[in-house]
């Protein structure tokens, strides 16, 4: 059975897909990537031979494209990660996440039903467990207040406070509207922040890491007490791989770790770990500057907080433990030692 994978070559696409590939032998993967600057294909070095595993270079806004792929490959399931997904991005120049995220999910979403089904609420004999998994975020929900018994749920209203979270939200709403009006087998998955290896160097926990090993200033904003649920990428892919085989059509699931974390705590965590890992004293890029440095906690500086900063995110992830039996395995404190030990030896090797 041929699955498409949009944007497979970024983070979580790259993790899911060598899980995904060892978990099932029956399924073949199309990975679909455009490999902007997000998009690495050394993040997927292990699977690059794997019989089962074909790459696409290509944009998912290009009909033409996709319909190729459907007609090529007899593409019988969508997992759409492709998206621009920083938010600093997103409000310099928000055109490219219109067109990405929303555009480019219609035409994914509009290919697929007219390759599956006959007429509305009709599948062709042969496509009939044919399903479109949408990988969306919290950031859709807008902030929440401090208060740590409110969280995000499935119900929440919609108020994405970025050019970002407006067109993650916009492309769930159009995938909605395609299993409402058309009867099409659709599925959306909500995250919370992932960390883990393999995210693209701009985030927050790889820029953390990436600045303290050079002997750069932290930079983290305003008072560094937004507050955000972390997510270890693995535990995402499994909730994905749950909420693809098991959810109900039309439903949406949160996907959250309970791991709610300041971005200060972040950034202090990271340097008493890596001052245990790898002691300034060891690292030969603190020799000449910076000497005088015994932590790397040294280096958090405070920098002018970025426009419409929601305060805090949060996901009450209680729908797909209790209907879809997933919980995350990672706690916080156990899944950012195995994201700093990857970046070591990434920064490092």
């Known amino acids: 059975m041929n699955i498409l994978i949009t944007g497979g070559a970024g983070f979580i696409g790259s993790n899911f897909i060598p899980y995904f590939l060892e978990k099932y032998s029956e399924y073949k993967v199309i990975n679909l990537d455009l490999l902007t600057y997000a998009g690495n294909l050394e993040n997927l070095k292990e699977v690059k031979k794997h019989p089962r595993y074909k790459f696409i270079k290509g944009n998912i806004c290009n009909r033409e494209l996709v319909e190729y792929i459907f007609n090529e490959y007899d593409i019988r399931g969508v997992i759409h990660f492709a998206a621009e997904s920083h938010v600093d991005n997103s409000i310099k120049n928000p055109g490219v996440f219109i067109e990405t995220n929303v555009n480019g999910t219609y035409t994914l979403l509009d290919v697929a039903k007219n390759y599956w089904m006959q007429e509305p609420f009709k599948y062709k004999d042969e496509y009939k467990d044919c399903r479109f998994h949408h990988i969306s975020t919290d950031e859709v929900y807008g902030t929440l207040p401090e208060d ?53 160097d701009e985030k927050l926990i790889p820029t953390i890491i990436r600045n303290a090993l050079s002997g750069n200033p932290i930079p983290i904003y305003g008072d560094g007490k937004n507050i955000r649920d972390w997510l270890y990428a693995l535990d995402h892919c499994k909730g994905i791989d749950l909420a693809y085989h098991n959810g109900k059509s039309g439903e949406t699931y949160n996907i959250g770790g309970r791991n709610e974390r300041t971005n200060i705590y972040i950034a202090i965590k990271i340097c008493e770990i890596l001052d ?43 729908k797909i433990e209790e209907q879809l039996g997933w919980k995350a395995q990672e706690n916080f404190e156990s899944g950012i030692m195995k994201t700093i030990k990857w970046y070591l030896e990434k920064y490092n090797g």
């Open 276 to 318: 245990e890992l790898y002691p300034i004293e060891n690292n030969s890029k603190f020799k000449i500057q910076n000497s005088k440095l015994k932590s790397y906690k040294e280096l958090i500086t405070f920098v002018t907080d970025r426009p419409g900063h929601d305060r805090r995110y949060a996901i009450d992830a209680t």
């Open 148 to 200: 740590p018994n409110t969280l995000f749920a499935e119900e929440t209203p919609y108020a994405p406070n970025s050019p970002y979270s407006a067109s993650k939200a916009s492309s769930d709403m159009i995938v909605r509207s395609y299993h409402h009006t058309y009867g099409m087998d659709t599925i959306i998955t909500n995250c919370s922040n992932n960390y883990g290896p393999k995210q693209h």
